[in-house]
Structure formats: C-alpha cells, structure tokens
C-alpha cells in the first residue's frame, strides 16, 4: 500500500515561495500514476492545487497556475510543489495524494497523506 | 470548468436516521469521474464512492451512491455515530463541490 508523507516550512512570508516534498514509500513513482496536491484552508472546504506524473507531465488549477510548479526526483521517489508569490490567503493544510484512474477513464483520489500546514506570516 | 454545488450545506440527523446528500455539476459529466469523500476533523480526505456508484475498499454498504449526467447523490442508509463528518464530491480528480456538514441532531 502506498503512503505518502509531506514536509517543508511550517512558516513561509509573505510574497515568499511555499516549497514542499512529497515522500512516496511502498511503491515507485515510476510504476504509479499521477501524483496530486490538494489544500485546504483553515475551516474551508478543498481545492485541487494540480497533479504530475512521472514523465514530468503535469495539469495545474487555473486559479493558481501562473503561480504554481511541480516536478519529480525519481531518484528520491517524491514529487515536489513550488508555490510563489504566497499571500495569507495561500495559508492552508496542504495534501499529497494518489490520483488513480482505472479502465474508461474512472478516476479518484486514494490514498492521501496526512497533510502540512503552512501558514504564511511575517 | 465544471462547478460542483453540494446542498445542503448542513445535515442535522440523529444517529438511525437516513442521508441524503446531493452533488450537482454545472454541466453534465461523465458518472466515471464522480467521487465522494468524507472527512472528520483533524484528518486527511477518505476516499468512500468512485465512478459515481463503486464503493471504495473497507467503506460500509449504508454508504451508496448514485446518479447520471448532473445530478448525483450519496446515501447513508442509517447513520452511525461515526458517520458524523463533511462530506466533498468531486469530479475528474478535481473539482472539489464545497463539502455537505452531517451533524448531530
């Protein structure tokens, strides 16, 4: 079974870049699917941040794309998110997550990390 | 882009009762890409129903969904105390409806 671990600053100012790694145990990236980021601000509902895959290719959220950049160490079998130009409003729990997809197209999000939250404060 | 409206924003239900809760797209979607998660405080998204009907591993059969093109729904036939909980649809590994609140009564 896939976990999956999140890490990075607990703490990034304002007008900063987020910057966090999503640590893959259990099973390689390589023979995965996609890899997804998903946040949640404090007491709000979740919004999709955007997915990768192992070739590198990746879909982002339109809402945060000008602002957004995922990429993946093979190596290291973990996947990274760079978010820049951070504002409070970019203060959230953020998510690692499995996007599965199975025969015609089903797609779903499982397993999913504990999360991280990051706050953004001077 | 699709938009998910969940309602109602929150369920009061005394345990025993039953669940309705209902997930609509801004256009019609495929049943395959429709979800559902429930989440409880303090802990990550767990993934229930996919491709609209399919009940993911472990997940209880009080638990069902259903439905086609922009209307779809989760069941809880009778719900246990461990129920209590948000509830997301979500379509295509994206689009996150804003999360239906089922509480004690």
């Known amino acids: 079974q896939v976990q999956l671990q999140e890490s990075g600053p607990g703490l990034v100012k304002p007008s900063g870049t987020l910057s966090l790694t999503c640590a893959v145990s259990g099973g390689s990236i390589v023979s995965s699917i996609w890899l997804g980021w998903v946040r949640q601000p404090p007491g709000k509902g979740l919004e999709w941040i955007g997915e990768?895959?192992?070739?590198?290719?990746?879909n982002y959220s339109p809402s945060l794309k000008s602002r957004v950049t995922m990429s993946v160490d093979k190596s290291k079998n973990q996947v990274s998110l760079n978010l820049t130009s951070v504002t409070a409003a970019d203060t959230a729990v953020y998510y690692c997550a499995t996007v599965r997809i199975a025969a015609g197209g089903v797609r779903w999000i499982d397993p999913w990390g504990h999360g991280t939250l990051v706050t953004v404060s001077s | 882009e699709i938009v998910l409206t969940q309602s109602p924003g929150t369920l009061s239900l005394s345990p025993g009762e039953g669940a309705t809760l209902s997930c609509r797209a801004s256009q019609s979607v495929s049943s395959s890409y429709l979800a559902w998660y429930q989440q409880k405080p303090g802990q990550a998204p767990r993934l229930l129903i996919y491709g609209a009907s399919s009940r993911a591993t472990g997940i209880p059969d009080r638990f069902s969904g259903s439905g086609s093109g922009t209307d779809f729904t989760l069941t809880i036939s009778r719900v246990e105390p461990e129920d209590f909980a948000v509830y997301y649809c979500q379509h295509y590994g994206r689009t996150f409806g804003q999360g239906t609140k089922v509480e004690i009564k």
């Open positions: 990768i895959f192992h070739s590198g290719s990746t």
